[in-house]
């Protein structure tokens, strides 16, 4: 099962990333549980976003398309970084994500999403 983990954005990452001893002490921790995932074969991709401040949206409406610059209100429901796994069931992702240290300086959270298979697309496909 493929799952898209989500980091989600607070204030402080939607003012971007500062190099400080506790950012350093952050990153050190993220790297070695990273390298776990690795060990264990869930780890597919992960990447951290830039604040919303540098990315646009583009809304559609049937034919139309409006650009709108960042940032974006509500930081809770904005995306500061993501994983993706291949993990045996949600079960497993779920004790995966109790491991990991805080990806924040204050409270945080993780969502964990399943991504769509062909089977779930296309009944019959794959099997």
């Not at 204050?106 to 991504?115: M, V």
Request: hydrophobic fraction near 40%; glycine fraction near 10%.
């Amino acid at each position: 099962m493929r799952v898209m983990v989500l980091v989600k954005a607070t204030e402080d990452s939607e003012k971007g990333f500062e190099h400080s001893a506790e950012t350093q002490a952050m990153m050190e921790a993220m790297g070695k549980y990273n390298e776990e995932l690795i060990k264990a074969g869930i780890l597919k991709d992960a990447d951290g976003l830039k604040p919303s401040s540098e990315g646009k949206r583009i809304a559609f409406d049937g034919a139309g398309r409006t650009v709108i610059d960042g940032p974006f209100a509500q930081p809770r429901e904005l995306v500061a970084g993501f994983w993706l796994w291949e993990v045996k069931d949600m079960a497993e992702a779920v004790a995966w994500v109790k491991r990991c240290p805080n990806p924040m300086p204050g409270p945080s959270e993780i969502e964990i999403r399943p991504l769509y298979e062909m089977e779930d697309l296309m009944p019959g496909a794959g099997g």
